[in-house]
């Protein structure tokens, strides 16, 4: 008999199964609230040799009030990497070499379990940010109908996420590709509610909300930016003129056009992949020449921004 559904169990029953797992490997101490504590510890130890950033107003700014623009680049998920020859820390190398400032990570739901968040996503993290590299942890679903589960699944991921890797100035959060089947009121209402979980729990990171389509609405009661701070907003380069891009942070989250962005804006491209054999214009040698370009203009180093110079 042929099985009835291969749709994926809900994040709640993930993170669920996750920790009861973690409690019957520890006997009865709930081992996994002692090893989340050690691993935000650590994590906490690593985040105070990199960089602060901050939204002001429509710039990011570094610790010494830098405006920073960030190029990278999106990569497949961890178990997709490590199933090819191309493995993830030759990937972030070649960015990091290559003039990028920014990698897209997406953590599948297939791949939650009791130690992948605090085992490889954190060494992911730690290597990246070792290299210059930001890290934006994305769910990389998109909420539709029916909206109530699709949201509670990226609210979970989200709560997930921020347990082990909250205010790591180099790891921000993107929990969702973005909001469909809503009118602009639910989006901005749904928008919110992701960033008020990671200020519920204290967390300073930046947030990224792809297609924040609220912003267009004629009407100027729900055509507002989220409350919160440090949120960025994803969008798609073809679609830019629609919003208010001197008034917030704007990223081109999944660029693959051939030709390269203008940088008149100062805003942040993060390409669809990054191959450097590729023949493609929209990889290789093209993006190469431009991260190297932006990166001289806007001079920054995630590992050392307390003196106020950018590091050589």
Known sequence: MAPESKRPMSRQ?????????????AGCAP??????????????????RVCRLRVDRATIRDQAGRRVVLHGANLPTLTEMEASPYKPADRLRDLADAGAKIVRLRVADSEITPTFIPGPVTDFVQQANRLGLVVILAWGDTIQ????????????????????LKNNP?????????????????????????????????????????????????????????SGGNVVYG????????????????MFTRWDNSRVATDALGIGVIAAQYDPDSANPANGATLRRYWQRQAAR??????????GAPRR
């Open 170 to 226: 180099g790891v921000w959060f993107d929990p969702a590709d973005a909001i469909r089947d809503a009118s602009s009121q639910r989006q901005r209402a749904i928008a919110q509610r992701f960033v008020d979980v990671a200020r519920g729990y204290n967390a300073s990171n930046i947030i990224l909300i792809n297609q924040p389509d609220w912003l267009t609405d004629p009407d100027p009661n729900t055509r507002q930016f989220l």
């Open 235 to 250: 969008i798609d380069i073809e679609t830019m003129n629609r919003y208010p891009l001197d008034a917030a942070p704007f």
């Open 13 to 25: 029953s993930i993170i669920l199964i996750a920790l009861l797992a973690q409690v019957a490997l």
């Open 145 to 164: 109908a029916p909206l109530n589960p699709r949201v509670t699944d990226a609210e979970s991921w989200l709560r997930l996420m921020i347990d082990y």
């Open 31 to 48: 081992r996994w609230t002692s090893e989340s504590q050690s691993i935000a510890a650590e994590m906490t130890a690593e985040a105070g």
């Open 298 to 307: 806007y001079p920054f180093d995630l590992r050392d921004c307390r003196s």
